[in-house]
C-alpha cells in the first residue's frame, strides 16, 4: 500500500498529467523558445530537491548564466549542443551532465529538432546570474564558444 503523499505523475509526448508548463523565466529576456515543467518539488515538503522538465523549441537556447549552486541534467528528447565555459558540447538522448558551481552555462537546440532535460537542483539555492561583457571576455577565450553564445 502507498504513503498518502507518494504520487505518480504520468506522462505523454513530453507532457505530464495535470502539470502545467510554465515560463522559462520572467526576469530577463536572453533566451529563445524555451519552457519549463516543474514535475517534483515545489509542493513536496520532503524532497530537499527540484526535479524539473525544459524544452528548447528548434533554433531556441536557455539563458547564459552561471550560478553557485550546481546542476544535474539528463537530455531525454532530441540533440542540441551545451556551451560550458570554453567548450561546446554535442548533447544526444540520455547524456547526462554535470554543471559545478559558477560555471558559464547555455543549452542550444540548433540540431533542428527539440531539445528536452531533466534538470535537478537544490530546492534553495542561489538565482542565476548572467555574466557581464567584462565576465565574458576574462573567461571566455574559445572563439567556438564566442561565436555560439547568446547574450
Excluded at 504520487?7 to 502545467?20: L, P, R
Excluded at 533554433?59 to 541534467?73: A, K, N, T
Excluded at 560555471?103 to 542565476?128: M, S, W
Amino acid at each position: 500500500m502507498m504513503n498518502n503523499k507518494s504520487i505518480v505523475i504520468k506522462a505523454k509526448n513530453y507532457n505530464w498529467e495535470g502539470v502545467e508548463k510554465k515560463e522559462y523565466k520572467t526576469d530577463t529576456q536572453n533566451f529563445k523558445d524555451i519552457h519549463r515543467v516543474s514535475l517534483l518539488g515545489d509542493d513536496i515538503s520532503e524532497l530537499n530537491f527540484q526535479t524539473r522538465y525544459f524544452e528548447i523549441a528548434p533554433g531556441g537556447y536557455s539563458s547564459l548564466e552561471m550560478h553557485r549552486h550546481p546542476h544535474s541534467v539528463v537530455i531525454i528528447r532530441g540533440s542540441g549542443t551545451l556551451l560550458l565555459e570554453n567548450d561546446v558540447h554535442e548533447l544526444g538522448i540520455y547524456d547526462t551532465i554535470f554543471i559545478a558551481p559558477d560555471t558559464i552555462h547555455q543549452f542550444h537546440a540548433d540540431k533542428n529538432e527539440p531539445l528536452g532535460f531533466i534538470c535537478i537542483v537544490d530546492r534553495y539555492r542561489d538565482k542565476p546570474r548572467i555574466p557581464d561583457d567584462e565576465t565574458i571576455n576574462r573567461r571566455i577565450t574559445s572563439i567556438e564558444v564566442l561565436n555560439k553564445l547568446r547574450k
